[in-house]
């Protein structure tokens, strides 16, 4: 019989490979189960097909995925790279699982199912189909008084609010993680509606999670790591700063590293969508054209 994993030198969440694998196969039940909710409630109720909720199963939506995990992956990077110099991490060692007499490849593999599957169900309920109906749904409601630009101003507000709600919670959550997060989902909508799509989306967040959690070794929003390329230390006495159990997203640093992302945003897609003459239809084509691409 195995014993307990050996107890770890740093301040961080921690999870076996084989809790992991778990975990991986009931994001991915939780993943198909959204992408069949959405597809069937916007047949049926919307009469709009998938496509309208940003998803394109074509060269286009993988290269804005290729894009998104690029500036995901670049903008934690910097963030981390930011810490390291302030001196609230350090790095404590190279390729780690946190059962040594688990495979570190294996369990990095159930990580990379894990997040994948986690993107598609945040993303798709989130930025897909909450953030277009609501927007739809306010100019409906108010025929004449809310023009399609504010109706999508309100809605970037009421799913950022709702996707910090449902982290209310994650391990180590505080009033400053959950004001991050509130931030990350109105960048996660800018997303959406500068590029036309949810690819873009599904590779930043795929991307910001996969290398925050199992490049860099740090908690993503309080998720435990299993296995680790980097093993980085949080300073144990420095918790409001590298944000603790929560990871970086309960830091200081986290609104400045989605500026930089929606900075390569608008580099990357420009803000052509954001014209007046793009945004003020009454009957609302313009927004399902703009989510459409």
């Not at 809790?19 to 109720?45: F, G, I, Q």
């Not at 940003?54 to 903008?75: S, T």
């Not at 945040?122 to 953030?131: A, H, I, N, Q, V």
């Not at 909508?189 to 799509?197: I, P, Y």
């Amino acid at each position: 019989k195995k014993g307990p994993p050996p107890a770890q030198p740093y301040f961080t969440n921690h999870v076996r490979g084989a809790m992991r694998c778990r975990h991986a196969a009931l994001r991915l039940a939780a993943a198909l189960a959204s992408v069949a909710a959405a597809a069937a409630v916007s047949a049926l109720l919307d009469h709009r097909p998938l496509a309208a909720l940003g998803v394109r199963l074509d060269a286009r939506f993988a290269a804005d995925v290729g894009l998104g995990v690029g500036v995901g992956a670049l903008i934690v990077t910097a963030m981390t790279a930011a810490e390291l110099a302030c001196g609230w991490v350090r790095v404590h060692g190279f390729l780690e699982s946190f059962d040594a007499s688990e495979k570190l490849s294996l369990n990095l593999f159930y990580d990379v199912l894990f997040h994948a599957a986690v993107s598609v169900n945040e993303e798709l309920p989130m930025r897909g189909w909450l953030l277009l109906n609501a927007a739809d749904a306010l100019c409906a409601a108010f025929p004449g008084a809310v023009g399609a630009g504010v109706a999508l101003l309100l809605a970037v507000a009421l799913e950022s609010l709702l996707f910090a709600a449902l982290h209310l919670s994650s391990p180590g959550a505080s009033t400053l993680s959950l004001i991050n997060l509130t931030i990350g989902g109105a960048a996660a909508a800018a997303n959406v509606l500068l590029s036309g799509g949810l690819g873009f989306a599904l590779g930043w967040h795929f991307g910001w999670n996969i290398v925050m959690g199992n490049v860099l070794g740090r908690s993503t929003s309080g998720i435990p790591v299993s296995a680790t390329v980097i093993v980085t230390v949080p300073h144990p006495a420095l918790e409001a700063l590298h944000g603790g159990a929560n990871g970086p997203e309960g830091g200081p640093l986290a609104p400045l590293a989605y500026l930089l992302g929606l900075a390569l945003l608008a580099a990357l897609y420009g803000l052509d969508r954001w014209r007046e003459g793009e945004l003020c239809d009454p009957a609302f084509e313009a927004l399902h054209a703009a989510f459409k691409g």
